[in-house]
Nanobody, 124 residues
Framework: QVQLVESGGGLVQARGSLRLSCADS????????VGWFRQAPEKEREFVAAISWSGTTTYYADQVKGRFTISRDNAKNTAYLQMDSLNPEDAAAYYC?????????????????WGQGQQDTVSS
């Protein structure tokens, strides 16, 4: 059973950086694609980035392209989201999710398991 545990969120100043981690404590990382999504207050959950199981294919939302980097270490059953040049518009609860497929997706309904979320706050 997949059990995703996120860490690394917090408060950062504008133009700062954060690195989020998403680990599968259930030990069934498997051949899953991983996605990161975020949700700000009173807004819908939106796609941020996704990575295929092999790590060779990545996708980014336009608003984070060039600033965020998604990666994974399958030996550690962990995925990461490196966030640089953060601005106040990036403040949200960030969620990792896995899709029981090797292929990525930008649609949250296609993901099968979710982490608990990490709140990131960016001060101006």
């Amino acid at each position: 059973q997949v059990q995703l545990v996120e860490s690394g969120g917090g408060l950062v100043q504008a133009r700062g950086s954060l690195r989020l981690s998403c680990a599968d404590s259930g030990g069934t990382w498997g051949r899953y694609a991983v996605g990161w999504f975020r949700q700000a207050p009173e807004k819908e959950r939106e796609f941020v980035a996704a990575i295929s199981w092999s790590g060779t294919t990545t996708y980014y939302a336009d608003q984070v392209k060039g600033r965020f980097t998604i990666s994974r270490d399958n030996a550690k059953n962990t995925a990461y989201l490196q966030m640089d040049s953060l601005n106040p518009e990036d403040a949200a609860a960030y969620y990792c999710a896995v899709r029981f497929s090797r292929l990525t997706s930008k649609d949250p309904v296609e993901y099968d398991a979710w982490g608990q979320g990490q709140q990131d706050t960016v001060s101006s």
